[in-house]
C-alpha cells in the first residue's frame, strides 16, 4: 500500500524524470507499464490472474503495480508522470487537471449508485441528511464521495458550507468514525459494504437517484501519445476480464474476498448492488465525456475546482485503424 512518504517519492522520481530528455525518449520505447490501482474492481481481479501481464509481454512490456487507498494521490502521480495508468472514481481528475496534471480520460465504467452513501452509528441522533447541519462529515477532499456528499446534502435543501467537512482516507475515517469522533462518513464501495454490515452503522442515505456512478480509467498524457495501442490493448483487455468476472460472479466474489480480506458474503453485497456491472468496461463514451463536463461545471461553480475545466481537451480516443 502506497504511503504519503512513497507517494512523494514518485513524484520526486517523476520530477527528476522530467529533466532529462534522454528518460523521456527512453519511455517512449515502453518497456514498463505502471499502474497505479485500488484494492477493488476489475483492475484487481486482472492483476490476481496476471491478465494485463500476458497481454503486452509479447510487445516487450513488463508490467508493475503500485497500491493507493484513494483517488487522489494515485492521480497526482499519474499526472507527474511517476505512473502510467490507473482507476478512479469522477472527481478526482478534476483536481488533477486543475492542477496541471499531464494526463487522458482514456476509459470508463459503471458502477451502482448504490455503493456510495453517508452512514451514521446507529444511535446517532441524525435521523435524516437535514440533521447533518453543523455535524462533522468525513471523505476525502477530490474524492468520488465529494461529489456524493455535495449532491446527497443538496437533495435536503443543505450546502456543503453547513457541515463541518473533514478531509479524510478512507482507512483514518473507518478509524475516526469507529471511535465517534466524527458524525458522518460519506464513503464508497466495498468500504461501504464492510461498514454496512456492522450492525452499529446506520445508512443515511445512498447515492441511489442522486448520483450517477461513472468511474474512468486515465493514463499518463506523454505515454499514451508515444504508446497508443498500449492504452487500447490494456482496456481492451480489462473489458475481457470484467466480463467473464460478471458472468462468473461466484468465482469473482471469492477472488475479490481473497485479494481484499473482506469477507464473501460483504463482496458479494457490493458487486450485487443495482447496476454493478463488471463488464461495462469500454473506451470513453459521449454519455461519460457529457458527465463529466457537467461535473467540471458543477465543482467550479460551487467554488470547489479552482478554475473552469474543458474536459473534452484531455478525452482520449483511439485513432481508427
Known amino acids: 500500500m502506497i504511503s504519503r512518504r512513497q507517494t512523494l517519492g514518485l513524484l520526486g522520481a517523476a520530477a527528476a524524470t522530467a529533466l532529462l530528455p534522454a528518460t523521456r525518449q527512453a519511455r517512449a520505447a515502453a518497456t514498463e507499464f505502471r499502474i497505479g490501482w485500488q484494492k477493488n474492481g476489475v483492475l484487481a481481479l486482472a492483476k490476481r490472474r496476471g491478465a494485463l501481464e500476458e497481454r503486452l509481454v509479447a510487445k516487450g512490456i513488463a508490467v508493475s503495480w503500485s497500491e493507493f487507498t484513494s483517488g487522489p494521490p494515485l492521480l497526482e502521480a499519474l499526472g507527474a508522470g511517476a505512473l502510467d495508468f490507473g482507476a478512479t472514481g469522477d472527481v478526482p481528475p478534476l483536481f488533477a487537471q486543475a492542477a496541471g496534471g499531464h494526463l487522458y480520460y482514456v476509459g470508463t465504467y459503471r458502477g451502482s449508485s448504490?455503493?456510495?452513501?453517508?452512514?451514521?452509528?446507529?444511535?446517532?441522533?441524525?435521523?435524516?441528511?437535514?440533521?447533518?447541519?453543523?455535524?462533522?462529515?468525513?471523505?476525502?477532499?477530490?474524492?468520488?464521495?465529494?461529489?456524493?456528499?455535495?449532491?446527497?446534502?443538496?437533495?435536503?435543501?443543505?450546502?456543503?458550507?453547513?457541515?463541518?467537512?473533514?478531509?479524510?482516507?478512507?482507512?483514518?475515517?473507518?478509524?475516526?468514525?469507529?471511535?465517534?469522533?466524527?458524525?458522518?462518513?460519506?464513503?464508497?464501495?466495498?468500504?461501504?459494504?464492510?461498514?454496512e454490515a456492522d450492525p452499529q452503522t446506520r445508512v443515511l442515505s445512498t447515492a441511489e437517484g442522486i448520483v450517477d456512478s461513472y468511474s474512468?480509467?486515465?493514463?499518463?498524457?506523454?505515454?499514451?501519445?508515444?504508446?497508443?495501442?498500449?492504452?487500447?490493448?490494456?482496456?481492451?483487455?480489462?473489458?475481457?476480464?470484467?466480463?467473464?468476472?460478471?458472468?462468473?460472479?461466484?468465482?469473482?466474489?471469492?477472488?475479490?474476498?481473497?485479494?481484499?480480506?473482506?469477507?464473501?458474503?460483504?463482496?458479494?453485497?457490493?458487486?450485487?448492488?443495482?447496476?454493478?456491472?463488471?463488464?461495462?468496461?469500454?473506451?470513453?463514451?459521449?454519455?461519460?465525456?457529457a458527465y463529466q463536463q457537467a461535473l467540471a461545471d458543477e465543482f467550479f461553480s460551487l467554488g470547489i475546482v479552482p478554475r473552469q475545466l474543458k474536459t473534452g481537451d484531455i478525452v482520449w480516443r483511439p485513432k481508427a485503424s
Open 114 to 195: 448504490a455503493g456510495s452513501a453517508i452512514v451514521v452509528n446507529k444511535d446517532s441522533g441524525i435521523e435524516k441528511v437535514e440533521d447533518l447541519k453543523g455535524k462533522k462529515v468525513a471523505f476525502k477532499r477530490g474524492s468520488s464521495a465529494h461529489n456524493v456528499t455535495v449532491k446527497i446534502l443538496r437533495k435536503s435543501g443543505l450546502k456543503i458550507d453547513d457541515v463541518e467537512a473533514v478531509d479524510l482516507s478512507p482507512p483514518d475515517a473507518a478509524a475516526a468514525f469507529k471511535n465517534g469522533s466524527i458524525d458522518a462518513w460519506s464513503i464508497w464501495d466495498p468500504y461501504l459494504a464492510i461498514v
Open 216 to 289: 474512468y480509467f486515465l493514463a499518463n498524457a506523454e505515454f499514451t501519445d508515444a504508446n497508443g495501442q498500449v492504452i487500447v490493448d490494456v482496456i481492451d483487455e480489462l473489458a475481457k476480464v470484467g466480463k467473464s468476472a460478471q458472468g462468473k460472479l461466484d468465482e469473482t466474489v471469492a477472488a475479490l474476498s481473497e485479494i481484499t480480506g473482506v469477507p464473501a458474503d460483504v463482496t458479494r453485497t457490493a458487486l450485487t448492488r443495482p447496476g454493478a456491472d463488471l463488464g461495462s468496461v469500454s473506451t470513453i463514451t459521449d454519455e461519460a465525456a
